[in-house]
């Protein structure tokens, strides 16, 4: 697992594939080699997630070597996110509903790796750039909006829908957020419990209490930095030292334009975009997902 992990992050990769293959494994830069091999699983930055916080002695964030095989903590093939040849566009898709993803693995009908699929240009084929026209006008408000309105339902007299949505995305923007001195450990188990690929860090409460600033970020990728890096002080690290600074973490305002927001989503190729208001404070998270709704609806009325 720490040589699986190492891989992800010098590589740069969400995932990578588990194949039957040793020697085909052992040697990465010979591709022929391991597209020959039958895929048997995926091992992603959620799984090195998964597998830190089920030690039960926090060997891996402690830095304690474990010697257990990137196989125990896959995906199995049958289970993971992945498409066939003569997947179509629309069905590889409508996939967003199940899980967020950028690249999706194209297996063969031997079950062997293909190619990987982008997100962005299976949007163009099946939507076409013109599809982007139905957020036209809109903002990062409206895009948060867009599928918490049944949920709202319509707002009482002499309320605002924007007032109320509003109210709605701070109370459960909590979910996402944590304090700079909790430690790693914690975070990673809340991140793991909510089901979340990072987590927004806000400063301390002050003295009178109330909502803290955004202060930073940490993702899955920062735990897998954090894993295979030196840590002395293991898991009680507080994450404010592996969070990436709000400076340097893309993010925007409820009012910036949605045409903005999905400039932002496809030249950086994110999954998801933090909202912080004037004040510093998270209002809610945009996800590929938010942004893909309605436009997978509006194709499949065409």
Known sequence: MSEAAQH???????FSLIVDDVQAADGQKNHTAVRSAEVVGILSERSVLEFATECRDRA?????????????????RDKMLSV??????????STIHHGIWRHMPVLDYYGKLHSILDLRDVLTQSIGPQGVEV??????????????????????????????????????????????????EAAALQMRSEQLTFLVVREEPGPTGGASPVVGLVSERSFLSFCTGPHPDGSTEPVR???????NVLH?????????????????????LPVIDGKGQLCGIISVRDLVRPLLVRSATD
Request: neutral net charge.
């Open 252 to 272: 925007v305002s409820l009012t910036d334009p949605a045409s903005q927001v999905i400039d932002i989503f496809f030249n950086n190729n994110v999954r998801h």
């Open 84 to 93: 066939r040849l003569d997947t179509p566009l629309d069905a590889a898709l």
């Open 241 to 247: 030292s592996i969070m990436t600074p709000l400076a």
């Open 135 to 184: 957020w036209k006008g809109c903002s990062a408000v409206d895009i948060l909006g867009s599928k918490r309105k049944d949920r709202l339902g319509e707002p009482s007299a002499g309320t605002i829908w924007r007032d109320v949505l509003s109210a709605y995305l701070l109370e459960h923007a909590r979910r996402h957020t944590i304090s700079v001195s909790t430690s790693v």
């Open 60 to 76: 891996f964030f402690s830095g304690r070597e474990r010697e257990i095989p990137a196989s125990q903590c896959m995906t199995p």
């Open 8 to 14: 992800l992050l010098d590589q740069r990769l969400t």
